[in-house]
């Protein structure tokens, strides 16, 4: 259900077009049972469950009905679906969805199409405000979407100004639920996020589903794994006096503090070589003072990173689902439950040592040792020894202030709406990190959300166990500029790869949903379902 544009009136047929013949479309019998409507009305207004043969009226986890027949008529309802396939499609990819979907059908000129928007609006209108005791308008928003192997609309509430009654008409083959496509309903908490999906509804041919939006209609397509069979449907929704909506829920933050207090020496034990030579960072410097990202291949020594993936295969490690499902799903690990060289490593992401690294990696300031903006207008913007062999203003001088300085947790960006940047948060301009480490699988993904919030920050990714990963899978990482769907830079996992990208308050970032193909992976890895990153952000 991805359109958002107010749909015209539907007007009447009026005669014959050229080039069209005229079609009629009959409503099922639900419509001129009196005492049927009555009793539906009866259940949704006191949250009851009704049950008929030609309808059903669900009170959870959100009111909705199921009207399977909704068309009289098979020739009506197969000219239809011959039609709407003969229309013209668009793909339709993004954090949230991905399908192919045709115009905003309010305007449309074919003919079963326009009949069947006559009897939406003028029939099927009328008994949805009589049971629903809402006065809908007599407009519609309306279009056709076609959904194939691995397509997919992800958790979503389907809020927007003035909607009040979501449907979706089925025009599909016989359909299972080993066939996905189901549409999912979420129970929610109560501060109105989604917990779990608690029913799911499988497509049956030329059957109509409504439902009330609310800040409570958590739903989702979800994923079609059917390789032969086309979910089509037509779906849109209702329109009606706005209603007042609860404040979006505010997430706990996820702590920041300062670097660990580790010497230079931590970076020969784990980085390769060529990257602690400082003509090369100098280089890696330009590089992503020019791009704002670089990808930094066979960062870690060959055998310490077969050591961190071993260790990531430790059945020990208590991994955690994240959520909730309108922002995110996927794993974290545990940290007191992980192996010791996977412990090291976090501290490594954490350390002193790596703070100025990155400083000297990208220009930014993340360590007193840093030259500052100041510095570099002065001339003096060389990259630092990470050795700490440079020469310290007299007030720099005082590292026991990072090392004993308490973490600093201010919002976290990707939780609370309208952040301040970094520069302002971090008022003591000491640099501080946040991250985990993840774990992906079939089935997980981010979303952009609408209290995420956006800000200055350098992003780590560092992957393990990517191998044969092909895009197609879904899993990599876009960036977007806010309020755009075109991508700015994608980031695919790849094996023993840093990669460093720097983002602005205008811009976002999710992790694609990660599609059934990334099973046939298995067919070359057996035990290797999905990959793990570590995901840190630093700010100066």
């Not at 993004?94 to 305007?107: K, P, T, V």
């Not at 979503?156 to 299972?176: C, K, Q, S, T």
């Not at 706990?252 to 020969?268: F, G, M, T, V």
């Not at 100025?356 to 060389?382: Q, R, V, W």
Request: include cysteine.
């Amino acid at each position: 259900m991805g359109a958002k544009r107010r749909g015209a009136a539907a007007p009447a047929p009026a005669g014959k077009k050229r080039g069209k013949r005229e079609a009629l479309a009959e409503l099922g019998d639900i419509l001129r049972d009196t005492a049927l409507r009555e009793r539906a009305a009866e259940a949704w207004a006191r949250g009851e469950q009704l049950r008929h043969e030609v309808a059903a009226v669900e009170p959870a986890p959100f009111r909705h009905g199921v009207i399977p027949g909704f068309l009289a008529g098979a020739a009506f309802a197969e000219e239809l679906r011959d039609e709407l396939l003969g229309l013209g499609f668009r793909g339709r990819c993004n954090d949230l969805l991905s399908l192919r979907q045709s115009e905003e059908l309010g305007e449309s000129s074919e003919p079963h199409v326009a009949a069947l928007r006559h009897a939406l609006c003028e029939e099927f209108r009328p008994w949805l405000s009589a049971v629903t005791q809402i006065e809908l308008e007599p407009t519609i928003d309306i279009s056709c979407a076609k959904y194939e192997y691995t397509d997919v609309l992800l958790c979503h509430d389907d809020e927007l100004e003035g909607r009040r009654i979501a449907f979706i008409l089925y025009l599909v083959p016989p359909w299972e639920k080993r066939d996905g496509g189901t549409l999912d309903l979420y129970s929610t908490d109560e501060h109105f996020q989604p917990q779990q999906i608690v029913k799911s509804l499988v497509p049956s041919w030329n059957t109509l589903v409504f439902f009330e939006v609310s800040p409570v209609s958590f739903h989702q397509v979800s994923e079609v794994l059917s390789e032969e069979k086309c979910r089509l449907s037509v779906s849109g929704w209702f329109h009606g006096p706005s209603t007042v909506r609860p404040a979006r829920c505010i997430e706990a933050p996820l702590p920041r503090s300062p670097h660990i207090p580790y010497d230079h020496e931590i970076l020969y034990e784990w980085i390769s070589l060529v990257y602690l030579d400082m003509d090369s960072q100098a280089q890696i410097q330009e590089e992503f003072e020019e791009r704002s990202e670089i990808l930094l291949k066979d960062f870690l020594k060959k055998e310490k990173y077969q050591l961190l993936c071993e260790a990531l295969e430790n059945k020990d490690i208590q991994w955690s689902s994240q959520g909730p499902a309108n922002k995110r799903l996927y794993e974290t690990a545990e940290e007191d439950s992980l192996p010791d060289i996977l412990d090291k490593f976090l501290q490594f992401l954490r350390s002193e040592a790596l703070f100025l690294l990155l400083s000297n990696f990208t220009g930014l300031k993340l360590h007193f040792l840093a030259p500052s903006d100041e510095d570099e207008d002065a001339g003096e913007g060389k990259a630092t020894d990470t050795t700490g062999h440079s020469s310290p203003k007299p007030e720099q001088e005082e590292a026991e202030h990072y090392a004993d300085s308490k973490p600093h947790q201010p919002d976290q960006p990707d939780n609370v709406p309208e952040a301040q940047d970094s520069k302002t948060q971090n008022s003591s301009s000491t640099p501080v990190c946040a991250g985990e480490l993840r774990r992906w699988t079939h089935g997980h993904y981010t979303l952009v959300h609408d209290t995420q919030a956006t800000e200055f920050a350098l992003d780590l990714l560092f992957f393990c166990g990517c191998e044969d990963w092909d895009p197609e899978y879904g899993g990599f990482t876009s960036y977007i500029a806010k309020g755009e769907d075109e991508e700015l830079l994608t980031v695919n996992p790849e094996d023993n790869c840093l990669a460093l990208v720097y983002r602005d308050k205008d811009t976002m970032k999710f992790v694609k949903y990660i599609n059934h193909r990334s099973l046939a992976r298995l067919n070359k890895h057996p035990n290797r379902r999905g990959f793990w990153d570590f995901s840190f952000a630093y700010y100066e």
